[in-house]
């Protein structure tokens, strides 16, 4: 049995934040409905002038298992579809700006009346209150103002966005959470509530080792210390070079160094005062990087890592985005998994992160062309009529 077999969630997620929430929640069994609009959710559109008949694969990847439902919110008629469906609705996901729902004359204050059960998650990228509540909210301004482009990159160049998503995908999955708790809660209560996350709020967390620096620090430390420990406390912490690439090697304890040492064939650096103790070997990293560089640049990325595996020195070679899209290891675990897509031929889906042994993963449907289940969820589930279908087509609130 799926953990949440028979929850029902109308999923008005767009771009990654919201997508990823409800796509957690379709993994582990709920009935997910995505609503859009005529047009389609942004994502949907990302390819247009380019490959105007293929969904862009950011959208493949976040949607499957979910059924589309196609629909204007903005014309009366639709707006009351769309009540019909949160009367049973168990789970309302929406990262829309602040105060887009409530212009709708959806908010939460409407719908908790109808249904004191749902479960309202919003996830925004400054939440609802505070100064900078209505600010723009995407990836790259919660980076900018949450910490991550100032930590990212090297201390003599300018800030730099980290390459993933990670804005909005830890904004997504503590929206997930906050979204299991009031489900927990609702047991006892009765109740449903709202559910309120930042994305700026959640990224802050991840600024541990940045904050340390900081308020640790026995030296000025810079912002940005490149690959090296944020706190550029401990040495050997690099990437360094290979003949095929680039490995990163780190040692947190002495016996890392030791056996580092010993297994290149250096064990005089152990009685080096300079290297002697982590603190000296911090103090003197410049020196440090360069001895373990021109050792690695000599040796393939896998040479220098099964070698230094085996005597239990921390490191692993640094694979290309191709590489991790056909990893080894990420098929094994079942997140990279190939699907049949009726228009698209076989395209590779993402699996479930999170592993309840009770509850697989189970099998994975493609993500549905734009309001392909339009007249399955109005009737199955706003409980409308066939002739009212009909007059909601042909009055152009359905599609």
Same mark, same amino acid.
């Given at each position: 049995?799926?953990?949440?077999?028979?929850?029902?969630?109308?999923?008005?997620?767009?771009?990654?934040?919201?997508?990823? *929430?409800?796509?957690?929640?379709?993994?582990?069994?709920?009935?997910?409905?995505?609503?859009?609009?005529?047009?389609?959710?942004?994502?949907?559109?990302?390819?247009?002038?380019?490959?105007?008949?293929?969904?862009?694969?950011?959208?493949?990847?976040?949607?499957? =298992?979910?059924?589309?439902?196609?629909?204007?919110?903005?014309?009366?008629?639709?707006?009351?579809?769309?009540?019909?469906?949160?009367?049973?609705?168990?789970?309302?996901?929406?990262?829309?700006?602040?105060?887009?729902?409530?212009?709708?004359?959806?908010?939460?204050?409407?719908?908790?009346?109808?249904?004191?059960?749902?479960?309202?998650?919003?996830?925004?990228?400054?939440?609802?209150?505070?100064?900078?509540?209505?600010?723009?909210?995407?990836?790259?301004?919660?980076?900018?103002?949450?910490?991550?482009?100032?930590?990212?990159?090297?201390?003599?160049?300018?800030?730099?966005?980290?390459?993933?998503?990670? *804005?909005?995908?830890?904004?997504?999955? %503590?929206?997930?959470?906050?979204?299991?708790?009031?489900?927990?809660?609702?047991?006892?209560?009765?109740?449903?509530?709202?559910?309120?996350?930042?994305?700026?709020?959640?990224?802050?967390?991840?600024?541990?080792?940045?904050?340390?620096?900081?308020? =640790?620090?026995?030296?000025?430390?810079?912002?940005?210390?490149?690959?090296?420990?944020?706190?550029? &406390?401990?040495?050997?912490?690099?990437?360094?070079?290979?003949?095929?690439?680039?490995?990163?090697?780190? *040692?947190?304890?002495?016996? %890392?160094?030791?056996?580092?040492? &010993?297994?290149?064939?250096?064990?005089?650096?152990?009685?080096?005062?300079?290297?002697?103790? =982590?603190?000296?070997?911090?103090? %003197?990293?410049?020196?440090?990087?360069?001895?373990?560089?021109?050792?690695?640049?000599?040796?393939?990325?896998?040479?220098?890592?099964?070698?230094?595996?085996?005597?239990?020195?921390?490191?692993?070679?640094?694979?290309?985005?191709?590489?991790?899209?056909?990893?080894?290891?990420?098929?094994?675990?079942?997140?990279?998994?190939?699907?049949? %897509?009726?228009?698209?031929?076989?395209?590779?889906?993402?699996?479930?992160?999170? &592993?309840?042994?009770?509850?697989?993963?189970?099998?994975?449907?493609?993500?549905?062309?734009?309001?392909?289940?339009?007249?399955?969820?109005?009737?199955?589930?706003?409980?409308?009529?066939?002739?009212?279908?009909?007059?909601?087509?042909?009055?152009?609130?359905?599609?």
């Amino acid at each position: 049995m799926q953990a949440l077999k028979d929850v029902l969630v109308l999923d008005l997620g767009q771009i990654y934040n919201g997508a990823y *929430c409800s796509l957690l929640l379709a993994y582990f069994g709920a009935t997910v409905i995505k609503i859009e609009p005529p047009e389609g959710e942004p994502l949907r559109r990302r390819l247009l002038g380019f490959d105007a008949d293929r969904e862009p694969y950011e959208f493949l990847m976040l949607n499957p =298992n979910k059924l589309s439902l196609c629909i204007d919110l903005k014309a009366e008629a639709g707006k009351q579809v769309f009540l019909k469906l949160a009367e049973k609705a168990d789970v309302l996901v929406e990262n829309f700006k602040r105060g887009t729902m409530e212009r709708l004359g959806l908010g939460y204050d409407v719908l908790s009346r109808i249904n004191p059960r749902l479960i309202y998650a919003s996830g925004k990228g400054f939440g609802l209150s505070g100064p900078y509540a209505d600010f723009p909210a995407m990836d790259l301004t919660v980076q900018a103002m949450g910490g991550v482009m100032a930590t990212t990159g090297f201390p003599d160049g300018p800030p730099v966005k980290a390459g993933p998503a990670v *804005c909005d995908f830890m904004g997504g999955i %503590h929206l997930f959470a906050g979204v299991m708790v009031a489900l927990f809660q609702r047991v006892f209560t009765g109740r449903g509530q709202l559910v309120e996350v930042s994305m700026h709020d959640a990224i802050y967390p991840a600024l541990a080792s940045p904050l340390g620096a900081l308020y =640790n620090a026995v030296r000025e430390v810079p912002e940005r210390t490149g690959n090296r420990h944020s706190g550029l &406390r401990l040495a050997p912490y690099n990437v360094y070079p290979a003949a095929d690439g680039y490995v990163a090697i780190f *040692c947190v304890s002495e016996r %890392h160094w030791e056996a580092f040492a &010993r297994y290149i064939g250096r064990p005089e650096l152990l009685a080096d005062e300079r290297f002697k103790t =982590n603190s000296a070997r911090a103090l %003197h990293m410049d020196e440090l990087d360069e001895i373990v560089a021109a050792w690695t640049s000599q040796r393939t990325r896998w040479e220098v890592v099964w070698g230094l595996m085996e005597v239990g020195v921390p490191c692993a070679p640094v694979l290309s985005v191709r590489e991790v899209a056909d990893d080894p290891h990420l098929k094994a675990r079942g997140m990279l998994r190939d699907v049949a %897509h009726p228009e698209h031929g076989t395209i590779r889906l993402m699996g479930n992160p999170i &592993r309840l042994a009770d509850s697989p993963l189970g099998e994975l449907r493609p993500p549905a062309p734009l309001g392909a289940d339009t007249e399955l969820v109005l009737r199955q589930y706003a409980g409308l009529s066939d002739a009212e279908v009909d007059r909601l087509k042909r009055e152009r609130v359905v599609f």
